[in-house]
């Protein structure tokens, strides 16, 4: 397997439009684009994450995106299963989230399911 990073701006290159991921013939990822709403639902994820950056490492990572997409007036959904976990962006409304993000462009929408999402 290659090592490679994606950095999370391309999703500001794209307008409309979604694309599945599957695994095994299963559906696990839904991307949908419309207009400056990015959309990923997870639905499933087959596979066990290894060596990820720990949470004040993913936190610092996800603001700075966070403030890339509100500058750029698009907002970044994240789903569990067609839930919202988590907004960054322009339409983040952090409300007690900033409490622990020290960001305006985040919004924590669900604090279980975003550690279900993180456990996987």
């Not at 949908?32 to 709403?37: E, F, G, R």
């Not at 994820?45 to 007036?73: C, M, V, W, Y």
């Not at 907004?87 to 989230?97: D, E, I, R, Y």
């Amino acid at each position: 397997m290659k090592n490679f990073d994606l950095s999370a701006d391309f999703l500001s290159y794209f307008n409309s439009g979604n694309v599945k991921v599957t695994c095994d013939g299963a559906p696990t990822i839904n991307f949908m684009v419309d207009d400056n709403t990015r959309i990923v639902d997870v639905t499933e994820i087959p596979i066990s994450l290894k060596n990820r950056p720990g949470f004040f490492k993913q936190l610092s990572e996800a603001k700075t995106l966070a403030k890339s997409l509100s500058k750029q007036n698009i907002t970044l959904e994240i789903r569990l299963q067609g839930n919202p976990v988590l907004k960054l962006g322009k339409n983040a409304n952090p409300k007690l989230a900033k409490i622990v993000t020290l960001s305006n462009d985040i919004e924590i929408t669900d604090v279980m399911k975003l550690k279900k999402l993180n456990d996987f």
